[in-house]
C-alpha cells in the first residue's frame, strides 16, 4: 500500500509541476501583448526634407547622343512614385519604364531617345515625399541639350500705353 501511495504522490507533483510550468508559460506569452505601443527610441523625428543630389546625365550636359535613360540620386529614401507623376519635360517626352534601384536611385527608360538638335527641360517638381513623409522643399529643373551648345536668348520687346510707346517702362 505505501508504494501506491508513493506512486500517486509523484503522479500528483509532476502533474502540478507541469500545470504550473503551463501557467508560467501563458503569463510569458500574455503579458508582453499587454505592454503600451510608443514610437521608437533613437532621436528627433525626421524634418529634413529630401534632396536631389545628381543626375545622369548632369543638368547643363551639352553635345549628349542618345539619351535612352535618366538617372536621379537622393540624398534619402523616397517614395516609390511613377516618373510620369513625378517629372514633367519640355517637350514631351514619353517615359516607357520607371525603375527604382533601393529607394534612392530612380532611373527613367524613355520610349524613344531625347529628340536630336534639341534642349529638352526636365522638372521635378517639390512635390515629392521621403520616406518619412517630409516634402521636398526645393523644385529642381534640368537642361539637356542634344545640340553642341546650349542656345543664347534674347528677348526684345516694345512696351506701350494707350498705342504710344512708354518711355519709363520696366520689365
Known sequence: MTARRD??????GAAALVLSLLA??????????????????GGPEDETPPQL???VP???????????????????????????RLLRF?????VAKT?????????????????????VVVELPSAYKDNHGVTADRHRTLVLATLDSLPTGRVRALVTLEGEPAGRAAL
Not at 506512486?7 to 500528483?12: A, F, H, I, V
Not at 501583448?33 to 514610437?39: D, G, L, Y
Not at 548632369?58 to 510620369?84: C, N, Q, T, Y
Not at 525603375?99 to 534642349?119: C, N, Y
Open 99 to 119: 525603375r527604382w534601384q533601393g529607394r534612392r536611385r530612380l532611373i527613367v527608360e524613355l520610349a524613344e531617345p531625347l529628340p536630336a538638335d534639341t534642349v
Open 24 to 41: 508560467l508559460l501563458a503569463a510569458c506569452v500574455l503579458l508582453p501583448s499587454c505592454a503600451q505601443v510608443e514610437p521608437p527610441l
Open 53 to 55: 543630389l545628381a543626375t
Open 90 to 94: 519640355y517637350p514631351d517626352v514619353e
Open 58 to 84: 548632369d543638368s547643363g550636359a551639352v553635345g549628349l547622343g542618345e539619351v535612352r535613360s535618366l538617372e536621379f540620386l537622393f540624398s534619402e529614401k523616397v517614395a516609390l512614385v511613377p516618373a510620369e
Open 7 to 12: 506512486d500517486s504522490r509523484r503522479r500528483t
